[in-house]
């Protein structure tokens, strides 16, 4: 397993083992991985709730599919940053699922998310470089997480802001950007997980 904070001191090998043990337990988040990796997509990851939710669900003892809602997909491909490109790939990885991960499963362009967020979310987003920077822009620290499995079956784990307020049940808003959306989404994971502990400041 490999996992990439942004600053290498925020790894912790423990933390990394159990959350890969979490991952890996999940049949269903594998079956996406495993299926995700043969289709070949550029720098693509599996991200947000399908995995911080998870490791919240162990964590608390609540079965591990608890509020999961779907399973965000993230590639990168600055050739063509069209939504019909776009759209090419999000009915490819559907055609690769049956029900119900077909409809579950939510793949987006990384390379393309400037070009759309500030109209949807009324926030600034700079283009990206890579698949990875998104998960520098989360909402929360908590969430900033993404997996992909490799060709020998290894697990790639990045972390940029590491794993341990996510272990910790804490919640804190991203540091390096501050986004309008945190007290509404702390209000919502609170509501699911109440033994969460929101830091905001």
Same mark, same amino acid.
């Given at each position: 397993?490999?996992?990439?904070?942004?600053?290498?001191?925020?790894?912790?090998?423990?933390?990394?083992?159990?959350?890969?043990?979490?991952?890996?337990?999940?049949?269903?988040?594998?079956?996406?991985l495993s299926t995700v990796r043969d289709l070949g997509?550029?720098?693509?990851?599996?991200?947000?709730?399908?995995?911080?939710?998870?490791?919240?669900?162990?964590? $608390?003892?609540? +079965?591990? +599919?608890?509020?999961?809602?779907?399973?965000?997909?993230?590639?990168? +491909?600055?050739? +063509?940053?069209?939504?019909?490109?776009?759209?090419?790939?999000?009915?490819?990885?559907?055609?690769?699922?049956?029900?119900?991960?077909?409809?579950?499963?939510?793949?987006? &362009?990384?390379?393309?998310?400037?070009?759309?967020?500030?109209?949807?979310?009324?926030?600034?987003?700079?283009?990206?470089?890579? $698949?990875?920077?998104?998960?520098?822009?989360?909402?929360?620290? $908590?969430?900033?997480?993404?997996?992909?499995?490799?060709?020998?079956?290894?697990?790639?784990v990045i972390a940029p802001f590491g794993l341990e307020?996510?272990?910790?049940?804490?919640?804190?808003? &991203?540091?390096?950007?501050?986004?309008?959306?945190?007290?509404?989404?702390?209000?919502?994971?609170?509501?699911?997980?109440?033994?969460?502990?929101?830091?905001?400041?």
């Amino acid at each position: 397993m490999s996992v990439k904070p942004a600053d290498p001191s925020l790894a912790d090998p423990e933390l990394e083992r159990r959350l890969e043990a979490i991952v890996r337990a999940a049949p269903s988040l594998m079956r996406v991985l495993s299926t995700v990796r043969d289709l070949g997509l550029p720098d693509w990851l599996v991200f947000s709730g399908a995995v911080y939710q998870r490791v919240l669900n162990r964590l $608390t003892g609540r +079965d591990p +599919d608890y509020g999961i809602k779907d399973y965000d997909v993230g590639y990168f +491909d600055a050739a +063509d940053t069209s939504y019909e490109a776009e759209d090419v790939v999000i009915r490819r990885v559907a055609a690769a699922f049956d029900p119900p991960l077909r409809d579950l499963v939510e793949v987006r &362009n990384q390379a393309r998310v400037h070009l759309w967020f500030e109209g949807k979310f009324g926030e600034p987003y700079a283009p990206l470089r890579e $698949t990875a920077g998104a998960l520098e822009r989360f909402v929360s620290t $908590t969430f900033a997480v993404g997996v992909r499995l490799e060709a020998d079956d290894g697990l790639t784990v990045i972390a940029p802001f590491g794993l341990e307020d996510l272990f910790a049940l804490r919640l804190r808003p &991203n540091p390096i950007r501050k986004t309008n959306g945190f007290a509404r989404t702390a209000a919502s994971a609170l509501a699911r997980w109440p033994e969460l502990t929101v830091i905001d400041g």
